[in-house]
């Protein structure tokens, strides 16, 4: 097919040279580069929440296997963190502990490990704080250990 229009016979080959690369180019910057700074974002909040999951899963396992509740707050805070750590994280971990029993070490109390942090979010500099909690129950056989 020849390249103009039949109805009016003008060749439409010569009217626009080279503007296909000009509007591709116009579609990245616009649709693409926001699209990959959000996604920079997204991956960041939930590598996050998942080193925080991580954290605070292994702040409470250490928790109630602990023989003393000073023995089990330094060695839970100190698990959190390096798993947080492991996981490239360099910010700040907030780590608190609620109990159900006021003694916490009894059997079958639960005890709650709750981890927070502020992230920084890249190409923003925003600062959000996510957190995590992790529930676990002491070991119901916990009297008749040594």
């Given at each position: 097919?020849?390249?103009?229009?039949?109805?009016?016979?003008?060749?439409?080959?010569?009217?626009?040279p080279?503007?296909?690369?000009?509007?591709?180019?116009?579609?990245?910057?616009?649709?693409?580069?926001?699209?990959?700074?959000?996604?920079?974002?997204?991956?960041?909040?939930?590598?996050?929440?998942f080193?925080?999951?991580?954290?605070?899963?292994?702040?409470?396992?250490?928790?109630?296997?602990?023989?003393?509740?000073?023995?089990?707050?330094s060695?839970?805070?100190?698990?959190?963190?390096?798993?947080?750590?492991?996981?490239?994280?360099?910010?700040?971990?907030?780590?608190?502990?609620?109990?159900?029993?006021?003694?916490?070490?009894?059997?079958?109390?639960?005890?709650?490990?709750?981890?927070?942090?502020?992230?920084?979010?890249?190409?923003?500099?925003?600062?959000?704080?996510?957190?995590?909690?992790?529930?676990?129950?002491?070991?119901?056989?916990?009297?008749?250990?040594?």
């Amino acid at each position: 097919m020849p390249p103009w229009n039949n109805s009016t016979g003008e060749d439409f080959s010569a009217a626009e040279p080279g503007n296909a690369i000009v509007e591709f180019i116009g579609v990245m910057v616009v649709i693409i580069v926001p699209a990959l700074g959000l996604l920079a974002i997204l991956a960041t909040i939930v590598s996050a929440q998942f080193a925080l999951q991580g954290a605070a899963r292994e702040s409470a396992r250490v928790f109630v296997r602990a023989n003393t509740v000073a023995e089990a707050n330094s060695s839970a805070t100190a698990a959190a963190k390096t798993s947080w750590e492991d996981r490239g994280f360099t910010e700040a971990l907030a780590v608190t502990y609620a109990c159900s029993d006021p003694s916490c070490l009894v059997p079958n109390a639960t005890v709650t490990a709750t981890v927070s942090a502020q992230i920084e979010l890249p190409l923003i500099g925003t600062r959000v704080t996510l957190r995590d909690s992790q529930p676990m129950t002491v070991d119901a056989f916990r009297a008749a250990r040594p």
